[in-house]
């Protein structure tokens, strides 16, 4: 039985005094959230102080994205020994505004992949279609190259220590979400493609739903048997709409 997991991603938002006062509210309701593993990535600036409020607690931390090398001159980027130092769990890797705003490829994602778990990070990989390769019927085709380059790089032996998220680049900060069926449809997808090479990776591997979840839509998304839980954007900037989507993997 895979545990559902729910993730917030923060983007590039955030400030000493919003940080706070948002996990100030969600240290106080997490006693309420009982099976649902929680983790929150914040801008990389920002995780000390994270790390520093979260400890103790029930709610981990992760990166949104992590150099592919592990030290060096490599001016601007930051090393996942530096991640592990902070105590992170995850590393978002492949997230598509990271794909498309700053071209990072299918080869480029699997190297940072492969760069969190050298240093025993677990990478949350995202993969998904745009709108106009969803139109043009080409979405599993999509994501069974982003996937490859993973498989081909690190083996499918390394999904078991992975979380994949699949999300559709329409629905991400759209208010567009995939309804529970299109989503469970690629998510099984996923699984197939993975249980083809190893079965027993297919049935371990946490896979995340992510676009425009919201309180009213996560129940019925959770419910179904290939979603794991959820990758959240904007929903996880606001407690109590975070809360409501971690309790419904309840
Ligand atoms: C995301 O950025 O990973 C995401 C899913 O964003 P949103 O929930 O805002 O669509």
């Known amino acids: 039985m895979r545990q559902t997991l729910v993730v917030g991603n923060w983007k590039m938002n955030g400030s000493?005094?919003?940080?706070?006062?948002?996990?100030?509210?969600?240290?106080?309701?997490?006693?309420?959230?009982?099976?649902?593993?929680?983790?929150?990535?914040?801008?990389?600036?920002?995780?000390?102080?994270?790390?520093?409020?979260?400890?103790?607690?029930?709610?981990a931390w992760g990166s949104q994205n992590i150099s592919d090398q592990l030290s060096g001159a490599f001016t601007g980027e930051i090393a996942g020994s530096m991640l592990k130092e902070v105590g992170c769990t995850y590393a978002i890797v492949g997230h598509?505004?990271?794909?498309?705003?700053?071209?990072?490829?299918?080869?480029?994602?699997?190297?940072?992949?492969?760069?969190?778990?050298?240093?025993?990070?677990?990478?949350?990989?995202?993969?998904?279609?745009?709108?106009?390769?969803?139109e043009q019927g080409i979405t599993e085709q999509v994501i069974g190259r982003q996937l490859d380059a993973v498989i081909a790089l690190e083996g499918v032996a390394a999904l078991s220590d992975a979380v994949i998220a699949y999300e559709p680049v329409w629905a991400i900060g759209t208010g567009k979400t995939a309804s529970p069926e299109q989503a469970q449809d690629v998510h099984a997808f996923i699984r197939r493609k993975i249980a083809a090479l190893d079965k027993a990776v297919s049935e371990r591997v946490q896979i995340l739903y992510g676009g425009s979840v919201k309180g009213s839509?996560?129940?019925?998304?959770?419910?179904?048997?290939?979603i794991d839980g959820g990758l959240i954007g904007g929903a996880s900037l606001i407690v109590d709409d975070f809360l409501n989507i971690c309790s419904a993997g309840e």
Do not use: M, Q, W
């Open 16 to 59: 000493r005094a919003d940080n706070a006062a948002l996990l100030a509210g969600l240290k106080a309701g997490i006693a309420t959230i009982k099976k649902t593993a929680v983790a929150v990535c914040p801008p990389f600036v920002y995780l000390s102080e994270v790390a520093t409020a979260l400890d103790g607690t029930p709610i």
């Open 96 to 134: 598509s505004e990271r794909r498309s705003i700053y071209k990072e490829s299918d080869a480029d994602v699997a190297k940072k992949f492969a760069a969190a778990r050298k240093i025993g990070l677990i990478p949350i990989l995202c993969v998904g279609e745009l709108l106009e390769e969803r």
């Open 217 to 226: 839509n996560a129940k019925e998304l959770f419910a179904k048997p290939d």
